[in-house]
């Protein structure tokens, strides 16, 4: 006889996220920026514990608890697949030359005249190249932060410009893990995700590079950095800059462009490179040999290892060292902790009810779809505020908000989209969570200063709201095709 379970209420709903709230601000608190290095997986854990607890006093089986956890971590596992393969790929396209070659011409795209404009279009180029938004700032940021001291121009716009083209930069880009994680959380593939969201993207980004072209037009850069100078020099010397490095980067474009499914697409990308490494870099292959005199064996070393391991490059200037070394499936691995912990948790929330029950409380108020995917977008920077994590801010609107899309005929990439909007963009201008916190360590300046300056992260999700409530390009699932160009819902 099948054991009866009862509804949960509101206060068992709230109970877990009060909790889960209170222990990821702890560990901001006592951890600061690495705080998703761990502490955010053992507070996702102990709050799903006290869900499974109240499950459990609901008339919840442990087994069919086990169960959900197992599937819901199993929804995640294209993703992981996808990020391990674009962890090799950042390993081998550092080690071929083509991130450093890109680096390089971005880095010669910097005009004394827009400024501002160039650092947003430099730090995108690069975040692009990398799909990593946290190294462009360690990087490239930080040697941008110290033109603007040496020009004398405002280091809290140069802030504002680094961070908005990082942040498109990485929205944009196949390497990112945000990137991969919304389409998986959201049910839909990597690239119909990404140009779905350049309907909003593109135009907020040309929006804020009109705007710090404005704010740039009065002044002059009379002089250029020493910073750049060694980032360039150091480039040249330990890889062999050239346009032809772009080829694997065309490559995977290319696959892209014919719909070749985001894992194989990859997974063929990241041997290309290691191939182009062997033809087109053997000096920087051989330092990173190690004394390794057999040619052959060298490059199966170092290539090898570069797909699971990445690469470490030694210059004696350590922001050229970070700029240059990672990448390989071992770096990846923290991403995937947080997933599954994240994934564990969500997926309790589920069995029990819990999650419905707060879906429920905020559905009172939604009445069209542009009304649903604005309420996404908003629940996505609430939970943004409220965990202090970007990648909680994607797992959970996503899980509460994926049925009722589906229920709509709404199509996987509207949910995709507004959680990127609500939760990627808008991490870094709260100064408690973690991207605010790692923005504030590395750049040098506070997030409730840089906050007015970072145009495209408060632009992009204003417009996927303002989007959505007019009913433009919403997309609907097959079997809703017809209603998408003759009955859209605004909000």
């Known amino acids: 006889m099948q054991q009866s379970t009862k509804l949960p209420s509101l206060s068992d709903a709230l109970i877990p996220i009060v909790i889960l709230c209170s222990l990821l601000a702890a560990g901001v608190m006592f951890f600061g920026d690495s705080s998703s290095s761990g502490p955010n997986q053992i507070a996702l854990l102990f709050s799903a514990g006290v869900a499974i607890i109240i499950g459990l006093n609901n008339g919840y089986q442990w087994h069919e608890l086990e169960g959900a956890i197992i599937k819901g971590i199993s929804l995640a596992l294209g993703a992981v697949l996808i990020l391990f393969a674009v962890g090799s790929l950042i390993g081998t396209w550092l080690l071929a030359g083509t991130v450093p070659s890109m680096i390089y011409y971005g880095i010669g795209l910097l005009e004394p005249s827009v400024f501002y404009a160039a650092c947003c279009v430099i730090c995108a180029i690069v975040a692009l190249s990398i799909g990593s938004s946290w190294t462009v700032a360690a990087t490239i940021g930080v040697a941008l932060i110290g033109v603007a001291k040496g020009l004398e121009l405002s280091e809290t716009i140069t802030a504002g410009a680094i961070i908005s083209g990082a942040y498109f930069g990485d929205k944009m880009s196949p390497l990112s893990d945000t990137t991969n994680l919304a389409p998986a959380v959201a049910g839909t593939d990597l690239f119909t995700h990404i140009r779905y969201m350049s309907i909003s993207a593109i135009p907020s980004f040309v929006i804020t590079l009109i705007i710090f072209v404005v704010i740039g037009l009065n002044q002059q850069v009379v002089q250029?950095?020493?910073?750049?100078?060694?980032?360039?020099?150091?480039?040249?010397?330990?890889?062999?800059?050239?346009?032809?490095?772009?080829?694997p980067l065309l490559v995977t474009l290319g696959l892209a462009i014919k719909k070749v499914p985001a894992f194989p697409a990859v997974c063929i990308g990241a041997l290309f490179g290691g191939v182009w490494a062997i033809l087109f870099q053997q000096g920087t292959i051989m330092i990173l040999a190690q004394g390794e005199t057999d040619v052959v064996t060298a490059n199966v070393i170092v290539v090898w290892t570069a797909l699971f391991n990445g690469i470490s490059v030694s210059t004696g200037n350590s922001s050229l060292d970070s700029l240059l070394s990672g990448g390989g499936m071992s770096s990846m691995l923290n991403t995937v902790w947080l997933i599954m912990t994240a994934m564990t948790f969500g997926a309790v929330m589920e069995k029990v009810g819990l999650l419905k029950k707060m879906v429920q409380s905020l559905l009172n108020a939604v009445r069209g779809t542009g009304s649903l995917i604005s309420t996404t977008i908003l629940t996505a920077f609430g939970t943004n505020i409220l965990t202090a994590d970007q990648y909680i801010s994607i797992v959970m609107p996503g899980r509460m908000f994926k049925e009722e899309f589906k229920q709509r005929g709404l199509a996987p990439e509207n949910l995709s989209r507004a959680l990127e909007d609500g939760g990627t963009i808008t991490s870094p201008l709260i100064p408690w969570n973690t991207c605010g916190a790692y923005m504030h360590s590395v750049l040098l300046v506070n997030p409730l200063d840089y906050f007015m300056y970072c145009f495209f992260n408060l632009i992009s999700p204003i417009l996927g709201i303002i989007i959505a409530s007019i009913g433009y390009k919403i997309r609907y699932l097959s079997k809703h095709a017809d209603v998408e160009s003759e009955a859209l819902k605004p909000g």
Do not use: C, V
Request: overall charge negative; cysteine-free.
């Open 224 to 247: 250029t950095s020493g910073n750049m100078d060694l980032i360039l020099n150091g480039l040249n010397d330990n890889f062999n800059i050239h346009w032809a490095m772009l080829a």
